[in-house]
């Protein structure tokens, strides 16, 4: 078979077989993570970026908190025109914002379009506060422009709230509303992930349009993911691919070298 046959053979088999749908439902079985597999259950589907950082440890990156404040896997990819992301964590969605009672509620999704730290656009998650939840945005609406608020610890990893390190944004204070994602996430924990099997696991799910993100100001290139609580005691960050062609498109690559065959033996006759 000629090099140019086998090209075209991979590309048809990946035209035909590189979609992958998720349900958006916390559960992560359709990302390829797996229970009561140990370690290697956290590791996802082929394709899929992924970041994994389980502890087992009260000190975390850069604070304190042990498994209640643990972020130990965030996922992304992109299909199609959609940008699909998971987390699992050991910190409940339901956390009280209460930094009176030492209690920190659950941060925003933040999105880096130069990989420079500056985190243009936002996927809100309304935390819990004591009398209910947060007042700011809509649940699962993506804000460009965004404005973020801080946590505990400086750029040396010292608890200093009045000079945060920027790199770790908290949740959203403000910001330009785009659209919304499609977001699900579990509040009951669950055990039986990672080498720590009696450890509780909380999971996040969402999928947004891309074209929210061009709104935002992305360029079609690679950026950075990154999640952490309202303290960021404990931080994640993924960097999925950039844009990829669309299914459609790939479609078609395989009926072009099948062209260019055609003409490359009409010349060798």
């Given at each position: 078979?000629?090099?140019?046959?086998?090209?075209?053979?991979?590309?048809?088999?990946?035209?035909?077989?590189?979609?992958?749908?998720?349900v958006?439902?916390?559960?992560?079985?359709?990302?390829?993570?797996?229970?009561?597999?140990?370690?290697?259950?956290?590791?996802?589907?082929?394709?899929?970026?992924?970041?994994?950082?389980?502890?087992?440890?009260?000190?975390?990156?850069?604070?304190?908190?042990?498994?209640?404040?643990?972020?130990?896997?965030?996922?992304?990819?992109?299909?199609?025109?959609?940008?699909?992301?998971?987390?699992?964590?050991?910190?409940?969605?339901?956390?009280?914002?209460?930094?009176g009672?030492?209690?920190?509620?659950?941060?925003?999704?933040?999105?880096?379009?130069?990989?420079?730290?500056?985190?243009?656009?936002?996927?809100?998650?309304?935390?819990?506060?004591?009398?209910?939840?947060?007042a700011?945005?809509?649940?699962?609406?993506?804000?460009?422009?965004?404005i973020?608020?801080?946590?505990?610890?400086?750029?040396?990893?010292q608890?200093?709230?009045?000079?945060?390190?920027?790199?770790?944004?908290?949740?959203?204070?403000?910001?330009?509303h785009?659209?919304n994602?499609?977001?699900?996430?579990?509040?009951?924990?669950?055990?039986?992930?990672?080498?720590?099997?009696?450890?509780?696991?909380?999971?996040?799910?969402?999928?947004?349009?891309?074209?929210?993100?061009?709104?935002?100001?992305?360029?079609?290139?690679?950026?950075?993911?990154?999640?952490?609580?309202?303290?960021?005691?404990?931080?994640?960050?993924?960097?999925?691919?950039?844009?990829v062609?669309?299914?459609?498109?790939?479609?078609?690559?395989?009926?072009?070298?099948?062209?260019?065959?055609?003409?490359?033996?009409?010349?060798?006759?």
């Amino acid at each position: 078979m000629s090099n140019l046959l086998v090209g075209l053979v991979a590309l048809a088999s990946l035209g035909a077989g590189s979609a992958q749908a998720f349900v958006i439902d916390g559960n992560l079985a359709d990302w390829g993570v797996t229970r009561y597999a140990g370690a290697a259950g956290w590791t996802p589907t082929a394709g899929i970026e992924r970041t994994i950082e389980d502890q087992n440890t009260e000190k975390l990156d850069p604070g304190y908190g042990g498994q209640a404040y643990d972020a130990e896997a965030l996922y992304a990819t992109i299909q199609g025109q959609t940008l699909y992301i998971a987390l699992a964590t050991g910190h409940n969605p339901n956390t009280l914002q209460n930094p009176g009672a030492n209690s920190y509620g659950a941060g925003d999704f933040a999105i880096d379009f130069g990989k420079n730290g500056s985190y243009e656009l936002g996927i809100n998650f309304k935390h819990m506060l004591p009398g209910g939840r947060e007042a700011f945005g809509v649940m699962g609406g993506v804000y460009g422009s965004a404005i973020w608020a801080q946590g505990l610890w400086d750029a040396n990893g010292q608890h200093n709230p009045a000079q945060a390190d920027p790199l770790h944004p908290t949740h959203l204070l403000g910001g330009v509303h785009l659209g919304n994602a499609a977001l699900a996430f579990t509040t009951t924990g669950q055990n039986g992930f990672g080498q720590w099997a009696s450890h509780q696991h909380y999971f996040y799910e969402m999928s947004v349009d891309l074209s929210l993100l061009n709104a935002g100001g992305w360029d079609g290139k690679a950026f950075n993911i990154h999640w952490t609580q309202n303290c960021a005691n404990d931080s994640i960050l993924v960097d999925p691919p950039g844009a990829v062609p669309e299914p459609a498109t790939l479609a078609l690559l395989p009926l072009g070298l099948l062209g260019m065959l055609a003409v490359r033996r009409r010349r060798a006759r």
